[in-house]
């Protein structure tokens, strides 16, 4: 059976639906700041076990963007939210 994913707008769906685009906990830099700031934000990302937040792209579905809250080695879905509600703004 095919691992499903709990979209908040369109229901459980396939996760071949979804693209993963990296951690919604990672801060971007400021529009001013340095390379090397933005080298960093851009190419230097830790890949941690267990638990953690990742903005996922419904890009075969509704196409919104959404925070998954997984577990990076059982692959346990503890959540899933609208980025926009989640960051309260816009995503």
């Known amino acids: 059976m095919a691992s499903l994913i ?16 990296g951690s919604a906990d990672v801060a971007r830099p400021a529009p001013e ?19 953690l937040s990742e903005y996922w792209h419904h890009a075969s579905g509704c196409r919104r963007w959404l ?17 926009a509600q989640a960051k309260g703004g816009g995503a």
């Open 33 to 51: 700041a340095g390379t090397q700031d933005w080298l960093d934000y851009v190419y230097l990302r830790e890949n941690p076990m267990g638990r």
């Open 6 to 21: 709990p979209c908040p707008h369109c229901g459980m769906r396939p996760k071949e639906e979804f693209t993963i685009k």
């Open 67 to 83: 925070v998954v809250s997984r577990d990076s080695v059982s692959h346990d879905i503890y959540s899933v939210q609208d980025a």
